[in-house]
């Protein structure tokens, strides 16, 4: 256990604090197992090792990676063990899915240690019905989503915005510093490399795209089950998404390209949404139907559509991709018969700055959502605004 320990005080040494994300205050981490999930390269290891620097003691605290060399020959019950007997109260584990029986083990760890705090990342892809249920009655879960274009002006800018509410941004009650900056260019440069935290990092794409890989070759495969053949139709089918999205999805058309079964094509869609790097737009449903049919495919964020993309990406695709993208985290988006998007009574049509009414006219509570403008009035709202939810 003294490697491990080495590691982590090295990690911590390393581990910057001038910006800690406001996730990181809504998270229990007194609660005696958390979850937190996200997709790869969000962020969820800087963020539990911030909370460990600034708010555990490192004494009897520890954080591993679950796919240390050092597990190649112990157990994570092991450690658990070792690590409670020496006075350890706080256990943090990252990379969770990695670690065969991940689920089991942590059960016995919550089980026989009741005055052990352990918290755990992992995959947006892990699921926790697999992991065994009784793992889901015990533990606080948490999603992590990549940075808002208001976390990108902190860390890229210094700019620090107070989080807006839905209404204060349809009010155009938008606090942002109009006499020092344009909010347009950062915007837009947001799009291009702001949604993953390493935007900071030389070689931004060769890096999302070395992610993008691992996801496809490695996570999705995994954690479906996939053989080799299937795993490599799904990377066709992301292919497929990037060139042609949004899109309303005919799965018998993609299925005979792919040669490969519709029903399985729906299937290796949702295991992209889960991972992250597709979001599905789904129509209202009402009744005992949970889950609405899929009314259009996206990308997950902006970022993917200019490291996917064979050319520019389409200007349309990406203001609804980033619509999309900053509001879904607080509010659940649907499918608009109308217009583009629904989220509770609100409708919206996002476009560029010179988009009309005359589609949502005769709609209440509806707002057109504009690129390429840095105010709105009435019932126009500009599209960057959006990215001040979270």
Do not use: C
């Amino acid at each position: 256990m003294q490697v491990l320990q080495e590691k982590f005080k090295m990690l911590l040494d390393a581990t910057d604090t001038a910006y800690v994300r406001d996730v990181h205050d809504r998270i229990a981490w007194d609660d005696r197992l958390v979850s937190i999930l996200g997709a790869r390269g969000i962020g969820k290891t800087t963020l539990v090792l911030q909370h460990i620097k600034l708010y555990e003691d490192i004494l009897s605290s520890l954080y591993v990676s679950a796919d240390d060399l050092w597990f190649s020959s112990h157990t994570l019950y092991e450690l658990a063990d070792a690590f409670y007997k020496n006075g350890g109260k706080a256990l943090y584990i990252d990379e969770i899915h990695k670690y065969r029986n991940w689920a089991q083990e942590i059960k016995n760890i919550y089980d026989s240690y009741p005055r052990l705090r352990v918290a755990y990342t992992g995959s947006s892809i892990l699921d926790l019905k697999k992991g065994g249920s009784d793992l889901s009655r015990r533990l606080l879960e948490y999603s992590l989503y990549g940075l808002s274009f208001r976390e990108y002006l902190a860390l890229s800018q210094g700019i620090r915005l107070p989080q807006h509410s839905l209404e204060q941004v349809l009010q155009g009650k938008i606090d942002f510093p109009y006499s020092d900056y344009r909010p347009i260019p950062l915007f837009k440069a947001y799009l291009k490399e702001g949604y993953y935290p390493y935007f900071r990092e030389k070689s931004y794409y060769l890096r999302l795209n070395s992610v993008i890989n691992r996801v496809v070759d490695e996570d999705i495969p995994r954690f479906a089950g996939l053989s080799a053949v299937a795993a490599d139709k799904l990377k066709t089918l992301l292919y497929i998404v990037a060139q042609s999205v949004p899109f309303k999805p005919n799965y018998s058309k993609i299925a005979e390209g792919l040669g490969i079964h519709r029903n399985s094509v729906a299937e290796l869609m949702l295991w992209l949404d889960k991972a992250g790097l597709v979001s599905l737009l789904r129509e209202e449903t009402q009744g005992i139907r949970l889950l609405g049919k899929v009314n259009k495919v996206y990308l997950d964020n902006p970022n993917l559509a200019y490291a996917l993309s064979d050319t520019e990406p389409d200007v349309g695709n990406l203001r609804e991709t980033a619509f999309f993208s900053g509001i879904r985290v607080k509010h659940t988006v649907k499918a608009s018969p109308v217009s583009d998007f629904k989220v509770g009574k609100y409708t919206f049509e996002v476009g560029g700055k010179s988009k009309g009414k005359k589609q949502i006219q005769e709609v209440s509570d509806a707002y057109v959502v504009k690129d390429d403008i840095e105010y709105g009035s009435q019932n126009i709202v500009p599209l960057w605004a959006f990215g001040l939810l979270y």
